[in-house]
């Protein structure tokens, strides 16, 4: 198993640019989330779903989109990129939302000049 | 909204000592607790998992608690070692809602 794999490892942007930072996982979980680390402040939980075409907003999801059309993927999209938006960006998935250990990805590096 | 606290945020011991970490959080209600270990530009690597009906999980040299009445959670490192130096942070997720609520982390430095 790949576990959860994250493309592209670095980005940069200029602002105002739109892109979207692929997630996949081979595990079969139904639950998969996106969360940015900026220092001082942990992992913030961006967007999450609980099965394919299932998706809801987490505690910062504002101007990032998602969409869930299959159980493997899971991609983030920036619509129009902002300084504020530079950050490390993980996706995780677990078996189920509540119950079960979550497995990240590396991580997406993201500037946004 | 849950929150969940890490202290210290860094800590220094040499090596061989037996240290314990910590993590606090102020709702109860939670399904599980999670403990994960990264090293400076990478991913998250988990460690350990309790579920709320657990008291404490053991792998290795690594021992996790969990006191849900106090809102409290330990992870016991035994005889660390250099190798151990890295950021550590628990996570728990709440019986309501579909979330996961992370700590800020403690920065482990293990002196040789």
């Known amino acids: 198993n790949a576990g959860v794999t994250q493309t592209p490892k670095f980005q940069v942007l200029k602002t105002g640019q739109s892109m979207t930072l692929q997630c996949a996982q081979d595990?079969?979980?139904?639950?998969m989330s996106w969360y940015r680390q900026d220092p001082g402040m942990g992992l913030r939980l961006i967007h999450y779903s609980v099965g394919a075409g299932i998706t809801d907003q987490g505690e910062v999801p504002n101007g990032y989109n998602v969409s869930r059309s299959t159980t493997e993927d899971f991609p983030l999209r920036l619509l129009s990129a902002a300084p504020s938006q530079t950050s490390v960006y993980f996706c995780?998935?677990?078996?189920?939302?509540?119950?079960?250990?979550?497995?990240f990805g590396p991580g997406t590096r993201l500037t946004v000049l | 909204k849950q929150e969940v606290t890490q202290i210290p945020a860094a800590l220094s011991v040499p090596e061989g000592e037996n240290l314990v970490l910590n993590c606090s959080f102020t709702?109860?209600?939670?399904?599980?607790l999670q403990w994960f270990r990264q090293d400076p530009g990478k991913g998250l690597t988990s460690l350990l998992l309790?579920?709320?009906?657990?008291r404490e999980q053991t792998s290795g040299r690594l021992n996790a608690s969990l006191d849900k009445s106090s809102g409290r959670s330990t992870l016991y490192i035994a005889a660390s070692q250099p190798g151990d130096s890295a950021t550590y942070l628990c996570?728990?997720?709440?019986?309501?809602?579909?979330?996961?609520?992370f700590g800020t982390g403690t920065s482990l430095t293990v002196i040789p």
């Open positions: 709702d109860s209600a939670i399904y599980n």
């Open positions: 996570a728990v997720s709440k019986l309501t809602g579909n979330q996961f609520y």
């Open positions: 995780a998935s677990s078996y189920d939302r509540g119950s079960s250990e979550q497995f």
């Open positions: 595990m079969n979980h139904e639950y």
């Open positions: 309790i579920q709320s009906s657990q």
